[in-house]
């Protein structure tokens, strides 16, 4: 299983992106996906979380309204569109996918920064 993550970058403040994480390889039940963020000398932290049918979503307090998770099945890839972006904002952002019966899989990271 790979996830690959993309859509980071450079942004002014207010600003916004969308990232994307693709899934591709075996086929497995999931119970769960979510995008982390971690920044330089912090722990990783849960930005956003989505079920395995798309219906059930959670979101960081620091992201609530301005962060939006979604997640395409058809097309095996999960989004997180961000507006309103604040440079409290810059970190890495994973993909994870939780599987039901196994391990959880990471993707590599994509880097988001936001200027002032």
């Known amino acids: 299983v790979q996830l690959v993550e993309s859509g980071g970058g450079l942004v002014q403040a207010g600003g916004s992106l969308k990232l994307s994480c693709a899934a591709s390889g075996r086929t497995f039940p999931v119970k769960a996906m979510g995008w982390y963020r971690q920044a330089p000398g912090k722990q990783r932290e849960l930005v956003a979380a989505?079920?395995?049918?798309?219906?059930?979503?959670n979101y960081a307090d620091s992201v609530k309204g301005r962060f939006t998770i979604s997640r395409d099945n058809a097309k095996n890839t999960m989004y997180l569109q961000m507006n309103s972006l604040k440079p409290e904002d810059t970190a890495v952002y994973y993909c994870?996918?939780?599987?039901?019966?196994?391990?959880?899989?990471w993707g590599q990271g994509t880097q988001v920064t936001v200027s002032s």
């Open positions: 989505i079920s395995s049918g798309g219906a059930g979503t």
């Open positions: 994870n996918v939780q599987s039901l019966f196994g391990p959880d899989y």
